[in-house]
Nanobody
């Protein structure tokens, strides 16, 4: 009964910024970490960033460190991903996920509920 919805994707040029938002509704526990994954055509779904349920610990994949920032608003179980200095390699469908532990890591197996994704396209 958990519904996860992402928004904020779009078409931008290299170097531009986007802010993705995600809200989980239903019976989501406030004690869950939340994360972002992405999947490009022909590639496996990969980890992007995650944040602990208290917002005091964040984890990023190496390719986005220094460019992306994940944040969490406890009300309505909302998480955001601020993406700066976007590159064509960032083009993918971005998925928001809700973990089942306070400190879910970079593995897909650490997450239970998923959104349907939002498209991010970065042109060169």
């Amino acid at each position: 009964q958990v519904h996860v919805v992402e928004s904020g994707g779009g078409l931008v040029q290299a170097g531009d910024s986007l802010n993705l938002s995600c809200t989980a509704s239903g019976r989501t526990s406030s004690n869950n970490a939340m994360g972002w994954f992405r999947q490009a055509p022909g590639k496996e779904r990969e980890f992007v960033a995650a944040i602990s349920w208290r917002g005091d610990n964040a984890l990023y994949t190496d390719s986005v460190k220094g460019r992306f920032t994940i944040s969490r608003e406890y009300a309505k179980s909302t998480v955001a991903l601020q993406m700066n200095s976007l590159k064509p390699e960032d083009t993918a469908v971005y998925y928001c996920a809700v973990g089942l532990s306070p400190y879910s890591g970079p593995l897909i197996s650490g997450y239970r509920y998923w959104g349907q994704g939002t498209q991010v396209t970065v042109s060169s």
